[in-house]
């Protein structure tokens, strides 16, 4: 009857991951009116991609509307020094009195200003997007979840090498393996159900902001404005032009390899 203590260890597991699931998923679910009546692109691009996809949309709204010239060498060089927003005067405080600075730089700067976490308050309060802590917290108990399956497997298996066990149909090894499917099925069900209901799991959106990422669409005006929601949805791989995409990219410098693809 060693098998048992297996069986308890697998379903204690099961148990404790799939309750700290159901807590972290309860915790992030603030079903409440917004206030919105739609999201700006500043807005979209947080609840999509966080701070950086803020930066970015910032540094490409600049480049199309000639305020910025972004170089395919990974070069920032100021051209209209007057920005029309708050973020877009961070961004040009970021590049500094010389008017000209490589991008990942700019990047990183105006994701950790003052404007950008501004953003990130009001649209928590909002009940739009996640705090830090619980997006955290969401992500780390559908791991701890993944874990549990993957143990209560690890156990079924260890009980069936203990010594002395019979085989065959209706006998104490398919018992053994009907109780072991039941903490499996489980921890499986906790992860599908979380899937449909809260994937995806590292989204900077509350399931609020969610619904309303699903309806936006590019606000009315000139073409560039298509281009501008493009990059705040989906990021720098939505830009068309290869030289604009690869000074997002970082250019040819090993500092902007870590947000390509952003």
């Known amino acids: 009857m060693l098998w048992v203590l297996f069986l308890l260890v697998a379903w204690g597991v099961a148990g404790a991951s799939c309750l700290r699931l159901c807590l972290a998923a309860a915790s992030v679910d603030r079903a409440r009116d917004p206030g919105h009546v739609e999201l700006t692109l500043y807005e979209a691009a947080f609840l999509t991609g966080g701070p950086h996809r803020v930066a970015d949309l910032a ?3 600049m480049h199309l509307r000639r305020r910025l010239l972004l170089a395919h060498t990974g070069w920032a060089t100021v051209v209209d020094p007057e920005g029309r927003d708050e973020v877009e005067r961070t961004v040009i405080r970021a590049i500094g009195p010389g008017g000209q600075s490589l991008i990942p730089p700019i990047r990183s700067a105006t994701a950790a200003a003052d404007a950008v976490r ?8 909002a009940g739009l997007a996640l705090p830090g802590g619980e997006r955290t917290d969401l992500a780390s108990a559908i791991r701890t979840v993944r874990g549990a399956a993957l143990l209560v497997v690890a156990m079924a298996g260890a009980a069936l090498l203990l010594p002395d066990q019979e085989s065959g149909i209706g006998t104490p090894l398919t018992a053994e393996l009907v109780w072991f499917a039941l903490p499996l099925v489980l921890t499986l069900g906790c992860l599908a159900i979380a899937r449909m209901e809260i994937h995806p799991y590292s989204s900077w959106a509350s399931p609020t902001g969610q619904r309303l990422l699903d309806s936006f669409a590019a606000p009315p005006g000139s073409a560039d ?15 068309d032009d290869p030289a604009l995409r690869a000074a997002l990219s970082g250019g040819g410098h090993p500092a902007g390899a870590a947000y390509r693809d952003r």
């Open 225 to 239: 404005r298509e281009v501008l929601a493009a990059v705040a949805v989906r990021g720098v791989r939505a830009v």
């Open 118 to 125: 501004s953003l990130a308050d009001r649209l928590v309060g």
């Open 59 to 61: 540094l490409v709204t």
